[in-house]
């Protein structure tokens, strides 16, 4: 049979064997409860692993813990430098203080990517992959490098088993908490549409992936049992093995018996060879860390020329029914679930593009935005030769991009007043030069595993699908076309669900998850499937994220001492939910804490997770030499260009780029209203690309090109 002790236990056990697992699992309760059955009474084995736990109590053993040769004593930890002050209340404080680069912010480790030879200094482009953005520090936000942390890591041993309680005691199932705290209570937005969450994503896949990770698919490598009751004992189970294990009366999965969650752990530097094993692991990531589109053009220099068309400075599309869609994916079957031949599967710069339709609409509106670019520029410049053609369509494809998140987007959540307050946001006209080389832009662990994900909740459980004139005729259920993006091409698709997407409300930001994605996500036709927010909790302690009073400490709030101490911040009722699965409130994760912290007035998240994300786009920005605002950067913009750029919305996105749609509001992130109203697209403000016209070919302009 199999019990766990202080973990979960599930289904009648079989009466065969016994095995305690340690280090993680959900509350003790779950234990407890069938430890004290007459069915336990009666196993003898059973009284038997009791007895040895009581006599042996506080295992310290985390699963899978890999063995390794005994550490050197333990060093102080390396934590990169903040740009607010650690420790002064974010809130109050009137601008990100500019640390000075402590000697070790890029720590003393090796390089997990080879450095480029030289940069070229005054390189007219960004790379593709990243490097040479940073001069001093070339490799800085390239592909492939670490996560940075503010804040030092949580391991249980201090290398990379995941964190136990501060009592010895595992911590409890993220199931279990994802059922406790996160369940679905369907709260529309008030003001904000479906766009409003789908750019997220958008820029979150722009920002980093873990490596190792699928974040579309199931993984290949399974750490359950075959019927998924229960997980792999720890000698068959592969070392990445993080598996969640599911309370017995999980409200969902228990009817299909269901003990066990696939998890695979991330790939961390001592994996690569490029970690000692002895100091915490860091996670890599597989994207560049900049708003640089990545998620279109490719990460790495070989994806990035099998995306290109080597003329005209376009992209390769495939053309259907006088429509360009992106390339055939040719691992189609792997990446994708749609039944039979006919069913589409795009590759493109990010290998999550064919995750959800309404984040493949957007890919193939920025990809489409990149050759109708380029084909302006050719119409412009006629001289130009397919390497200036595709590099400046991408320069002026990336500076569109990142005025609309850091203009339009980045307000609604974090406040204008804010962001300005912080240099992240600025009023002025004409260049910013707001560079600074010695701001590390590589994405924080606590923003990407824990912050940036609380966003998850704005997830919809539908996508509606709209005519022109704001009908909502349909609606999809939200599993089930994950990995289907043939519904674009189907009919209207493309245009129904992009009128979807900036009609529908989003979900407000809050406690409440879907359980299209607590309980269905990638389930792909079968009755359940997994829990994204449970995946976010476990994915918290793999990176061995520190706790969440770790992070209120750092970002200014008081250190909690006992769980009342979470007032100021959480409301008594989910005090009492967090005392119900913690022991301690040091074992609070971060995740969980930030979840449940009251807005700060004017943003869509509580102090810690704002504090992180204000950090993480300060960044974005200012670690960016490239950052389309800078007058500094090796080949700018000019401020007439600038002012042009600066015309770009992400409702001309969706008339540029749509198959047909005719009207969009002017804030697309907003609903249409009186104030907001659907406007033909001609009529909505466009830049007028011919700022970009070398004198030399200046005679021939074309008025389709756009107005003043
Ligand atoms: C549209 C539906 C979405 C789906 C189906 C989805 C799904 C996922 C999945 C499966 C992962 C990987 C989980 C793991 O294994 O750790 C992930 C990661 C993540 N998601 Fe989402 N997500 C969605 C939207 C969003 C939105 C709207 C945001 C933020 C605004 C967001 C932010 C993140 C972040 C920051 C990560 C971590 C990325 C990294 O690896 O560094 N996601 N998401």
């Not at 309680?165 to 406790?180: E, N, Y």
């Not at 750019?199 to 750490?223: E, F, L, R, V």
């Not at 429509?323 to 055939?328: A, D, G, I, K």
């Not at 009186?674 to 909505?684: A, K, M, R």
């Amino acid at each position: 049979m199999v019990i766990t002790i202080g973990a979960a236990g599930y289904g009648p056990p079989a009466q065969s064997s016994i095995e305690v697992f340690h280090g993680y699992g959900s509350p003790t309760a779950e234990a407890v409860s069938y430890l004290d059955s007459p069915l336990a009474l009666q196993d003898h084995g059973l009284q038997h692993a009791v007895q040895h736990a009581v006599q042996h109590p506080v295992p310290t053993v985390v699963y899978h813990s890999p063995v390794r040769p005994l550490p050197p004593p333990p060093r102080a930890p390396v934590a990169v430098p903040t740009y607010f002050q650690p420790g002064h209340n974010f809130l109050t404080a009137t601008g990100y203080g500019g640390a000075e680069l402590h000697p070790l912010a890029a720590g003393p480790r090796a390089e997990c990517v080879a450095p480029p030879a030289a940069c070229q200094k005054t390189a007219a482009y960004r790379t593709i992959d990243g490097s040479c953005n940073n001069l001093r520090r070339p490799t800085w936000g390239m592909a492939g490098t670490r996560y940075a942390r503010l804040v030092p890591a949580k391991y249980a041993d201090g290398v990379h088993a995941p964190a136990i309680s501060v009592t010895g005691q595992p911590l409890p199932s993220a199931r279990a908490i994802s059922v406790v705290l996160f369940p679905d209570v369907p709260i529309n937005d008030k003001r904000w549409t479906l766009l409003t969450m789908q750019w997220g994503q958008i820029m979150t896949h722009d920002m980093s992936m873990a490596m190792g990770n699928t974040q579309a698919k199931p993984y290949s490598t399974s750490c359950c049992s075959e019927d998924g009751s229960v997980a792999l004992p720890v000698e068959r189970a592969p070392d990445v093995c993080y598996p969640i294990l599911i309370p017995r009366n999980d409200p969902v999965f228990a009817p299909y018996r269901q003990g066990c969650m696939n998890f695979v752990r991330s790939t961390t530097d001592a994996m690569q060879g490029c970690g000692n094993g002895y100091e915490p692991a860091e996670q890599l990531t597989t994207v560049t860390s900049f708003l640089d589109l990545s998620l279109v053009y490719g990460s790495n220099q070989a994806l990035a020329d099998t995306l290109r068309e080597r003329q005209g400075g376009r992209l390769i599309v495939e053309v259907r029914r006088g429509r360009e869609y992106p390339p055939t994916n040719p691992n189609k079957t792997e990446v994708c679930d749609g039944e039979g031949p006919g069913e589409v599967c795009y590759l493109a710069g990010d290998v999550r593009v064919n995750q959800n339709p309404q984040l493949t609409l957007l890919q193939v509106l920025l990809l489409r935005e990149h050759n109708r670019l380029a084909g302006i520029l050719a119409h412009l410049n006629p001289h130009w030769d397919d390497e200036t053609l595709y590099q400046e369509a991408r320069r002026i494809n990336i500076a569109q991009y990142q005025f609309v998140s850091y203009y339009e987007y980045l307000p609604l959540f974090l406040g204008g007043d804010n962001l300005r307050r912080h240099g992240i946001l600025y009023k002025a006209q004409g260049h910013i030069n707001d560079y600074r080389e010695e701001v590390d832009p590589s994405v924080l662990q606590g923003h990407a595993t824990a912050a940036f994900r609380y966003f998850h909740s704005l997830i919809a459980g539908h996508l509606d699908l709209v005519e022109e004139h704001r009908q909502a005729y349909g609606r999809l259920r939200f599993s089930d076309v994950l990995n289907r993006p043939s519904v674009l091409e189907q009919g209207d698709g493309l245009d129904d669900l992009g009128r979807g997407l900036t009609t529908q409300p989003e979900m407000a930001s809050d406690q409440w998850f879907t359980s299209e994605i607590t309980d269905f996500l990638f389930r792909s036709g079968r009755p359940f499937g997994l829990d994204l927010r449970a995946i976010d909790v476990q994915r918290g302690r793999d990176h061995g994220l520190a706790s969440y009073n770790d992070y209120r400490q750092f970002c200014g709030l008081k250190r909690a001492h006992s769980f009342q101490d979470f007032q100021d911040q959480i409301s008594p009722e989910n005090i009492e939910k967090l005392a119900s699965l913690y022991l301690h409130p040091d074992d609070v994760d971060f995740t969980v804490g930030g979840s449940l912290e009251r807005h700060v007035p004017g943003t869509e998240a509580g102090p810690t997770f704002n504090c992180m994300l204000m950090e993480q786009f300060y960044r974005a920005r200012v670690g960016d030499r490239y950052f389309f605002e800078s007058g500094n950067s090796p080949n700018p913009f000019s401020p007439e260009q600038l002012d042009e750029i600066r015309k770009y919305s992400l409702s001309r996105l969706f008339c540029d780029n749509a198959d047909n749609i005719q009207n969009m509001q002017p804030q697309a992130l907003n609903f249409p209203a009186h104030d907001n109203p659907l406007t033909p697209c001609d009529q909505l403000p466009t830049p007028d690309y011919r700022a970009w016209q070398e004198a030399v070919a200046a005679h021939r302009y074309s008025p389709y090109l756009g107005k003043k």
